[in-house]
């Protein structure tokens, strides 16, 4: 009989989240995710700093820049599909932020640059380039993680497509690491992507053979293998996490015109009328605390993954619930659930309400506040242990500020003189719109991620101001 332990105290979470050793992940369970080879999302307590060291090396301020650019370019092209489409209305804003989202870490993590391919536009059915047989991959994730990609090739039509796009991709990786160690041992400077990290920690993997050694404390870098199964992870988090994030984002401000207003006031006054061009990301980014708000309060209500589950380890642990001790024999699964703490109303005044100025400290008057004024807004800083979207402790996501940056800049460029609306059917009033949107973001699932899972049964416009 197995038991089954859940938790929405932020004390007893922080207990959980930092004793690492103690409450380990659930590795046996994690190994489906290891498509492509072992990952930091399926490492054991020993061998996860080792992938974390290699993991959070190309996340790092350098490259914040080139995803401020490349999210600008991205939000551009889209915004303008957007204005450009019928007055049918975008055909699918969900698949429309997954394209921007792919082709955004293609650029910056790969230095594989597209342009934009909006879902107003004719379909290229095309596996063989590596962000289409990428995107297919992620289309079909469950079945590729439990069906191996051989046996989908035997099966006629679409599956047998599938499993040629899980192959394909696995081809992009090998030339991908061939090209970047090829580069780096003829002492070019490499891509400057997250390739050149792995090629480096490549170099470093070893183990000493010498007898008697601690083999496993003399393990440095990481494996091909690894580094294929790092890929993925990075390509499916990275990806499917911000462009989630961004399609719920899209549907609510749709239905909130006064926040996109509220947005728009402060992009206006960080931009100061620039052309988009003479955008800088280390002038802007700071300035706009409104739409990190925004992001924010969007995953405060739909965490892209709602429960970090844990297993009690190394024998008998203790935790102080309240006034309550538990003993947790060892086996015993833990559930540390974020949404529910992330809503709990001790800590979350109308925590079921979408409200992203509950974010701004300091805040500027509603009626026409003054540059000055929103400049000296304040983020607020929420205690660790009650919102923690990117995971908490030692075993956060190294991603977190590049999901922040991409996310800050499309929404910058769209709000900066757009406005998104629900297209509303013959009759309908302002009232029905609104409770068809929230019947829409109350229909999730959770294919991985949490996800709208029906986003087009609701229309959205796109007009510029």
């Known amino acids: 009989m ?11 979470i922080h207990n959980i989240v930092t004793r690492r050793g103690d409450f380990q992940r659930p590795s046996r369970e994690l190994k489906i995710l290891e498509l492509y080879g072992p990952c930091i999302s399926t490492a054991n307590w020993d061998d996860w700093p080792r992938h974390r060291k290699v993991m959070a090396t190309p996340f790092n301020e350098s490259i914040m820049k080139f995803v401020w650019e490349e999210s600008v370019r991205q939000a551009k092209s889209m ?74 090739c035997m099966v ?45 920690a490549a170099d470093m993997h070893h183990v000493d053979s010498t007898a008697g050694s601690d083999l496993r ?56 009328g620039q052309p988009v061009e003479a955008w800088d990301y280390k002038d802007l980014f700071p300035q706009l605390k409104r739409c990190r708000a925004v992001i924010y309060e969007i995953l405060r209500l739909y965490p892209p993954v ?41 800590y ?11 974010w701004i400290l300091n805040a500027a008057p509603a009626d026409s506040p003054s ?6 807004e304040r983020l607020l800083v929420p205690g660790k242990q009650i919102f923690f979207p990117w995971g908490e402790g030692p075993q956060s996501c190294p991603g977190k500020k590049f999901a922040e940056v991409e996310a800050v800049a499309v929404m910058a460029y769209l709000f900066e003189a757009h406005r998104l609306s629900v297209k509303k059917r013959p009759g309908e009033t302002d009232g029905a719109v609104r409770r068809r949107v929230d019947d829409c973001l109350n229909d999730v699932d959770l294919e991985m991620l949490v996800r709208l899972r029906d986003a087009d049964r609701v229309t959205l416009l796109c007009t510029k101001i």
């Open 217 to 272: 404390a003399a393990k440095k870098g990481l494996s091909v293998d690894e580094i294929f199964g790092n890929l993925f992870v990075i390509n499916f988090a990275g990806h499917d996490t911000i462009a989630n994030t961004l399609a719920f984002g899209m549907l609510l401000l749709a239905a909130h015109p006064k926040v996109q207003d509220w947005l728009g006031a402060e992009i206006a006054a960080a931009t100061k």
């Open 156 to 200: 006629p039509g679409r599956w047998a497509r599938i499993g040629n796009a899980g192959i394909s991709f696995k081809k992009h990786m090998v030339k991908m690491l061939d090209d970047e160690t090829t580069a780096l041992n003829q002492g070019k400077s490499g891509s400057g992507g997250i390739m050149s990290s792995f090629v480096r």
């Open 306 to 346: 709602p429960a970090l589950p844990s297993i009690a380890s190394n024998g008998t642990q203790t935790l102080h619930v309240g006034d309550q001790t538990l003993r947790i024999p060892e086996g015993a699964n833990l559930t540390v659930n974020l949404r529910a703490m992330q809503m709990h109303p001790q």
């Open 79 to 152: 915004v303008h599909s957007w204005t450009g489409a019928s007055a049918a209305g975008i055909p699918s804003y969900q698949k429309d932020t997954r394209t921007l989202s792919l082709d955004v870490l293609a650029a910056a993590g790969f230095r594989k640059s597209y342009n934009f391919h909006g879902s107003s536009e004719p379909m290229v059915d095309d596996i063989g380039s590596y962000r289409d047989s990428l995107q297919l991959v992620l289309d079909n994730i469950i079945l590729l993680l439990l069906v191996p990609f051989r046996i989908l």
């Open 371 to 376: 540059a000055d004024q929103m400049a000296e």
């Open 2 to 12: 197995a038991i089954d332990l859940h938790f929405a105290d932020p004390d007893t």
């Open 348 to 358: 979350w005044a109308d925590g079921i309400e979408w409200r992203p100025s509950r």
